[in-house]
């Protein structure tokens, strides 16, 4: 068959065109093909194709090696669409996924830190942002957002004065051998 030739004053269905096209990426990428997925998911969501870059990213997270990346893309778009409880259960499931780097992790926490903030939950917040800082308490903005939390929230308090001189630190070191 001869493809349709368009001529001046055609009007072009865009979406109709779209619909053409996932159809026939459906129809030549295996269910399996976890990078081609989350590409497709990265691609849609740039496009501001929310719901087909969730499903794409939903397809891609079956392999476990993309599971916590893919969940971690799906958290974002929900956090930005304003859907913040499904921006958290997302964010969760990549917590519990089994292949993830520390970083990963580390940034998910941080994630759901900034979801519950936007929440108005002070103590969910500070309870994520705080197990970061038990990693790396200079990680990007921490201590500035507990700092601004702390104030407003009902089940923490401010944090113990830390150590923070050499002759406190060499003093409390001292003592310890000194028992024995």
Do not use: W
Not at 37 to 63: C, I, N, P, Q, T
Not at 93 to 111: N, P
Not at 144 to 161: V, Y
């Amino acid at each position: 068959p001869q493809p349709e030739m368009l001529h001046a004053g055609d009007q072009i269905d865009v979406e109709e065109v779209f619909a053409k096209f996932k159809a026939g990426v459906r129809a030549q990428v295996s269910e399996a093909d976890s990078a081609t997925h989350y590409d497709l998911g990265v691609a849609y969501k740039e496009m501001g194709l929310l719901a087909d870059a969730a499903r794409e990213f939903e397809l891609a997270s079956r392999d476990p090696k993309r599971e916590c990346n893919c969940l971690a893309m799906m958290g974002m778009m929900y956090r930005e669409r304003g859907e913040l409880d499904r921006a958290a259960e997302a964010y969760v499931r990549g917590l519990s996924a089994q292949h993830k780097t520390v970083a990963q992790e580390v940034s998910l926490y941080y994630d759901l830190g900034i979801v519950y903030e936007m929440k108005n939950d002070a103590d969910e917040a500070i309870y994520y942002f705080q197990r970061i800082t038990r990693r790396d308490p200079t990680y990007r903005d921490v201590s500035q957002r507990l700092a601004a939390l702390l104030p407003r929230s009902r089940r923490f308090s401010q944090p113990a004065r830390a150590i923070n001189d050499d002759q406190d630190f060499d003093r409390t070191f001292d003592d310890l051998y000194k028992r024995d």
